[in-house]
């Protein structure tokens, strides 16, 4: 296959053009969609996309422009060139042909964009899917969820199952080790807008309930000031409402109870004297317990008894108490908000935010929005046994990309 210089020389761009280099430059990318003919196609997509590296705007944009020029001509001969250089070219040409696929597929028409096109787009999107780093993963699920063939049941669930297979569901959870627990996230999070009562999460609530949540307070993760404790409990609220039929309902149901109740704790006893006998009231975890709770109830409407069995009485009377406690708590809670918020104005209050934003997340205070990590500057591959999700997530953008799907 010919390099862009040679392809230049041979139409006597190059010459003696020195000083007019970039103008010529810019002419040629413009002629060469004229070259995209039969054969010639999938090579003159493959020089384009090497071609996207350039860091002069002006050409940048003409190469762009070129490149949807020959997709309209023939989609799959494009893509071919594409892929090509995704998977085998250098690192800045694949970031750039990924962001491309990602921001400009769905600018095409459908008559473009087939049936067959977008069954291409998932085959080749696999086989990129086997080495990628956390953001590249992202944009393929930007790229796989926009397509038309992909918005059924059917398409939905494969989409859920390549996230499945990224999120390594089979291994064993290991919390210590901050990018075993970014990539559960990160996969998570891009598997949660597709979850609904016909594409079920089970299999990430269950793992959720074996392997994370007895796990909770060991979690670590690289990304500084972030909760990551809050956001397992909000990843598995969001999806246990779309949870089907589980194997080991009641033993993961108590898992989570038990979860539950370690967040919910009893009054403190009285001394004689009426006063605590401890030293201080128990500190009350609110959005901890606000997840925790609804992942229960979701999961407990499949097994009604769990309580209410004569065998359970005495767990009910316990978690009544505790209910009770907590809700005085949140009583006081509330009246101490409303006296905090007495006479404040909302540019006071914004102000007030974003110091607390700079602090560490204490209790009973509502959930924090969690801090954006670095992008990383280059991709770094890392080949794990099973050739799944790259490594080194921790350095990863935490942006939610949660659709209302």
């Not at 594409?82 to 491309?100: M, N, Y």
């Given at each position: 296959?010919?390099?862009?210089?040679?392809?230049?020389?041979n139409?006597?761009?190059?010459?003696?053009?020195?000083?007019?280099?970039?103008?010529?430059?810019?002419?040629?990318?413009?002629?060469?969609?004229?070259?995209?003919?039969?054969?010639?196609?999938?090579?003159?997509?493959?020089?384009?996309?090497?071609?996207?590296?350039?860091?002069?705007?002006?050409?940048?944009?003409?190469?762009?422009?070129?490149?949807?020029?020959?997709?309209k001509?023939?989609?799959?001969?494009?893509?071919?060139?594409?892929?090509?250089?995704?998977?085998?070219?250098?690192?800045?040409?694949?970031?750039?042909?990924?962001?491309?696929?990602s921001?400009?597929?769905?600018?095409?028409?459908d008559?473009?964009?087939?049936?067959?096109?977008?069954?291409?787009?998932?085959t080749?999107?696999?086989?990129?899917?086997?080495?990628?780093?956390?953001?590249?993963?992202v944009?393929?699920?930007?790229i796989?969820?926009?397509?038309?063939?992909?918005?059924?049941?059917?398409?939905?669930?494969?989409?859920?199952?390549?996230?499945?297979?990224?999120?390594?569901?089979?291994?064993?959870?290991?919390?210590?080790?901050?990018?075993?627990?970014?990539?559960?996230?990160?996969?998570?999070?891009?598997?949660?807008?597709?979850?609904?009562?016909?594409?079920?999460?089970?299999?990430?609530?269950?793992?959720?309930?074996?392997?994370?949540?007895?796990?909770?307070?060991?979690?670590?993760?690289?990304?500084?000031?972030?909760?990551?404790?809050?956001?397992?409990?909000?990843?598995?609220?969001?999806?246990?409402?779309?949870?089907?039929?589980?194997?080991?309902?009641?033993?993961?149901?108590?898992?989570?109870?038990?979860?539950?109740?370690?967040?919910?704790?009893?009054p403190?006893?009285?001394?004689e004297?009426?006063?605590?006998?401890?030293?201080?009231?128990?500190?009350?975890?609110?959005?901890?317990?606000?997840?925790?709770?609804?992942?229960?109830?979701?999961?407990?409407?499949?097994?009604?008894?769990?309580?209410?069995?004569?065998l359970?009485?005495?767990?009910?009377?316990?978690?009544?108490?505790?209910?009770?406690?907590?809700?005085?708590?949140?009583?006081?809670?509330?009246?101490?908000?409303?006296?905090?918020?007495?006479?404040?104005?909302?540019?006071?209050?914004?102000?007030?935010?974003?110091?607390?934003?700079?602090?560490?997340?204490?209790?009973?205070?509502?959930?924090?929005?969690?801090?954006?990590?670095?992008?990383?500057?280059?991709?770094?591959?890392?080949?794990?046994?099973?050739?799944?999700?790259?490594?080194?997530?921790?350095?990863?953008?935490?942006?939610?990309?949660?659709?209302?799907?």
């Amino acid at each position: 296959m010919p390099t862009v210089e040679e392809l230049y020389r041979n139409y006597g761009i190059l010459a003696d053009a020195t000083e007019q280099v970039g103008q010529i430059r810019r002419q040629a990318i413009k002629e060469l969609p004229q070259f995209a003919t039969g054969e010639n196609l999938p090579r003159v997509a493959d020089i384009l996309t090497q071609l996207l590296q350039t860091d002069d705007s002006a050409e940048f944009n003409l190469v762009n422009n070129a490149l949807l020029s020959i997709f309209k001509m023939d989609a799959k001969g494009t893509l071919g060139g594409l892929f090509s250089q995704i998977l085998q070219g250098e690192d800045i040409v694949r970031e750039r042909a990924i962001k491309f696929l990602s921001t400009k597929l769905k600018t095409l028409p459908d008559e473009v964009l087939t049936k067959e096109v977008e069954e291409l787009i998932l085959t080749e999107s696999k086989k990129v899917l086997e080495d990628v780093t956390g953001e590249e993963f992202v944009l393929f699920m930007k790229i796989l969820s926009g397509l038309k063939s992909l918005q059924t049941v059917s398409g939905r669930q494969q989409l859920v199952e390549l996230v499945a297979e990224q999120a390594d569901l089979e291994q064993t959870f290991n919390p210590s080790d901050p990018d075993c627990v970014d990539r559960l996230l990160q996969c998570t999070r891009q598997a949660v807008p597709l979850f609904s009562k016909n594409v079920h999460s089970t299999r990430f609530v269950t793992y959720f309930c074996e392997q994370v949540l007895p796990n909770l307070s060991s979690l670590t993760t690289p990304v500084e000031g972030l909760d990551i404790q809050l956001e397992v409990l909000k990843l598995l609220a969001e999806m246990s409402s779309f949870c089907g039929d589980m194997e080991k309902l009641e033993t993961n149901l108590r898992k989570l109870f038990d979860k539950l109740l370690e967040y919910m704790p009893l009054p403190p006893e009285e001394a004689e004297n009426g006063e605590n006998a401890g030293n201080e009231e128990p500190k009350l975890q609110f959005s901890y317990v606000e997840c925790l709770l609804y992942s229960f109830h979701q999961l407990g409407r499949k097994l009604p008894d769990f309580l209410t069995a004569k065998l359970n009485a005495e767990k009910l009377k316990d978690f009544k108490i505790r209910l009770q406690y907590f809700a005085r708590g949140l009583q006081v809670y509330i009246r101490q908000l409303r006296l905090a918020l007495q006479g404040k104005t909302g540019e006071a209050l914004k102000t007030e935010e974003q110091k607390r934003a700079n602090e560490d997340t204490t209790s009973g205070s509502p959930p924090k929005k969690p801090p954006t990590g670095p992008k990383r500057d280059a991709r770094q591959i890392y080949n794990p046994p099973s050739g799944k999700y790259s490594s080194n997530l921790g350095n990863f953008n935490y942006e939610r990309s949660l659709q209302g799907k």
